[in-house]
């Protein structure tokens, strides 16, 4: 009897001993590969990175899953995410090009050019004539100023590739850094003498016809890009810039509407087309263009002059006076602008105010007269636009955009329709089926007080009730809390007149249950995510709702001992509500101190360093919530580097 049982024991440890080994074997990490790979192949790249996740936390040792996973990163733009991703390979296995060829594209896109010249060298150590590292490092060698490497790396390229139209191109920007407009046109000649059929190359032609004036020829150039890539924005605004300069204005107009049509947000676009409007005495239409240059950069002082004028010429004398203003605060000795300001002041019988402004005009006149310098400098403001006020009347050109990186490795991008919202906090929530979510623990396993079966989730990501089965709910509830007012049962309650916008029942029906018990925790987390909507749909009670939403957080916070995430978390989105950025950005990291696998937290932080200007903090949280399954976050990255 002992030896049968001493048996049995000893198969029940072998079992025991086994089964952590039988979960890890569950799964099969080749085929999790292959099924990411084939994610990658349809561009599926949300997917792969779900795969590569699941093998790299099985087997994180090896190393191509890390360079999979950088791919599908890299295409849905998350760069230093990407570079991250091939770190981690290159430390697992130094020998693989591909990674270097891949880290050397993340570099050029986060603007580390040297360390993507040092990537592309190793990639050239072993493959000579890799066209792609040796024209990418020709173009970060242009970027850096090292002409004659970049210069090398071209000719090196076309003794190898005597044909390949990319490297003409180059070889022309290389004269155009070096000033030499001839050099570059012969460059660009010899590339259309071997194909008219590059619309980079007519491009690029006509941008040089452009510096030396020559309207008709950038034009016809112009008109060659367009046919053969009717729908590039850029060839259509430099054909525009040419026929506006020509005064063919209706020409260049119709031109303007395209590239608008192709990209609504063109800003320079936008802007010459104000001109053209103005110019033509198409005010009002003017004005508009230079109200969305405005709305886009407020500091664009050529725009607000701009605008200042066709207010004053149309009449809208007191907008006029508020444009002239501004600049007047930017430029102290913007002569003219007291003028006309005093003009429109008088316009409107300010005739005090156009005094005081006739009579600046009148002291830097005699200044000027007897020879004294200003009193105050004149303030340089650096915007995309803006050179001087004098050039009120010059066409912007756009950034030079000849020396564009192009890869084959850039597949298509998974663009994501997401609003850049906060996430909210984490409450109890009724859904309609079992969610998925990182919070598999229960609430009564924190609860000691009383059982809830209620899920934790942010409201945001719940599969919530329909309304039909909200209103049935709320009648069976009525019953319960009517029988029997527990806690539990008014907690139920509140959730579901919270998903109703019935806040002020909600909000009762979670007092009356901490009332009751006042270490409820669902109780606690209920209450403070009714007065944290409340404030978020009644300004005139904000303050005091969110003051009480950070009471039932801290409580809850000591309630668990200072070791539950989510107590954490929820503190921080009170404090960022509050606009207490820095506090909330100091909760989130505490927070991400105690689960560092709690996306929404990187999500929530990232936004607060956008805000602060902090571009490189935010791209790092957004790549890890985006890793970690908050895809949204991908939009967000994407959308902050434009």
């Known amino acids: ?44 790249f949300l997917t792969a990175i779900r795969y590569f996740n699941k093998v790299i936390e099985t087997k994180p040792y090896l190393d191509k899953p890390y360079y999979y996973r950088a791919y599908a990163k890299f295409s849905l733009e998350d760069f230093r995410g990407a570079e991250d991703d091939c770190e981690a390979c290159i430390e697992r296995n130094p020998y ?126 112009a008109t ?161 636009t803006e050179k001087s006020l004098e050039n009120y009347r010059q066409l912007v050109e756009e950034t030079d955009t000849a020396n564009t990186l192009l890869n084959e490795l850039i597949g298509k991008v998974q663009n994501l329709k997401h609003d850049n919202n906060p996430m909210g906090m984490i409450a109890p929530v009724l859904v309609q089926r079992q969610q998925s979510t990182y919070y598999h623990t229960e609430i009564d396993v924190i609860n000691k007080k009383g059982l809830v079966p209620l899920r934790l989730i942010l409201s945001a990501d719940a599969d919530k009730l329909s309304p039909t089965t909200l209103e049935y709910t709320l009648l069976q509830l009525n019953t319960l809390v009517s029988n029997d007012a527990s806690p539990a049962s008014l907690v139920l309650r509140s959730i579901v007149s919270a998903d109703t916008y019935n806040f002020t029942d909600a909000y009762d029906d979670a007092t009356g249950a ?50 539950w995430a989510p107590a954490f978390y929820n503190k921080a989105v009170v404090l960022a509500a509050m606009g207490r950025k820095a506090d909330a950005i100091e909760w989130y990291t505490k927070t991400i101190t105690l689960d560092p696998y709690l996306a929404h937290a990187y999500y929530n932080r990232a936004l607060l360093y956008l805000e602060s200007g902090k571009q490189h903090e935010a791209e790092t949280d957004l790549s890890r919530a985006g890793e970690l399954g908050l895809y949204k976050a991908y939009s967000l990255l994407k959308n902050s580097k434009r």
């Open 96 to 221: 693989l090009t591909e990674v270097y060829q891949l880290r050397g594209l993340c570099r050029i896109h986060n603007k580390n050019f040297e360390g993507a010249v040092s990537d592309y060298g190793k990639v050239l150590e072993e493959t000579e004539k890799d066209f792609t590292a040796r024209y990418n490092r020709a173009l970060c060698n242009l970027e850096l100023k090292n002409l004659d490497a970049a210069d090398t790396d071209i000719d090196k390229l076309l003794s190898f590739f005597p044909r390949h139209y990319r490297a003409y191109l180059v070889k022309a920007q290389i004269s155009l850094e070096r000033t030499d407009t001839a050099k570059a046109t012969f460059w660009v000649d010899s590339l259309l003498t071997l194909t008219q059929r590059d619309a980079s190359a007519w491009s690029m032609r006509a941008k040089l016809a452009m510096t030396e004036e020559q309207w008709n020829l950038a034009d016809s150039c």
């Open 1 to 44: 009897m002992v030896n049968t049982f001493t048996t049995m024991l000893k198969r029940i440890l072998i079992i025991l001993c086994i089964f952590p080994l039988a979960l890890l074997a569950q799964v099969n990490t080749d085929q999790v590969t292959l099924m990411g790979r084939n994610a990658l192949y349809f561009d599926d």
């Open 514 to 563: 901490l009332t009751s018990d006042s270490l409820l925790v669902t109780a606690l987390l209920q209450r403070a995510n009714v007065n944290y909507l409340m404030a978020d749909v009644m300004p005139e009670v904000r303050t005091l709702k969110l003051a009480v939403a950070l009471t039932d957080a801290e409580r809850l916070i000591e309630y668990t001992e200072n070791a």
């Open 224 to 384: 060659k890009a367009i046919e053969l890539e009717t729908t590039d924005a850029d060839h259509y605004m430099l054909r525009a810039q040419a026929r506006h300069s020509m005064n063919r204005f209706d020409a260049a107009h119709a031109d303007y509407n395209e590239v608008i049509r192709l990209v609504p947000h063109h800003f320079v676009a936008h802007y010459n087309r104000g001109l053209l409007r103005s110019t033509v005495g198409d005010d009002h239409n003017a004005i508009a263009d230079f109200d969305y240059v405005l709305n886009e950069e407020p500091t664009n002082t050529l725009a607000r002059y701009n605008r200042a004028l066709l207010y004053e010429r149309t009449g809208r004398f007191r907008e006029a006076i508020d444009d002239l203003t501004f600049l007047i605060k930017e430029y102290p000795n913007f002569v003219y602008g007291y003028a006309l300001r005093a003009d429109c002041k008088r316009r409107i019988g300010d005739f005090k105010g156009a005094n005081n402004d006739d009579a600046f005009v009148e002291r830097s006149n005699l200044d000027l007269r007897f020879g004294k310098a200003p009193k105050h400098p004149t303030k340089k403001v650096v915007t995309r």
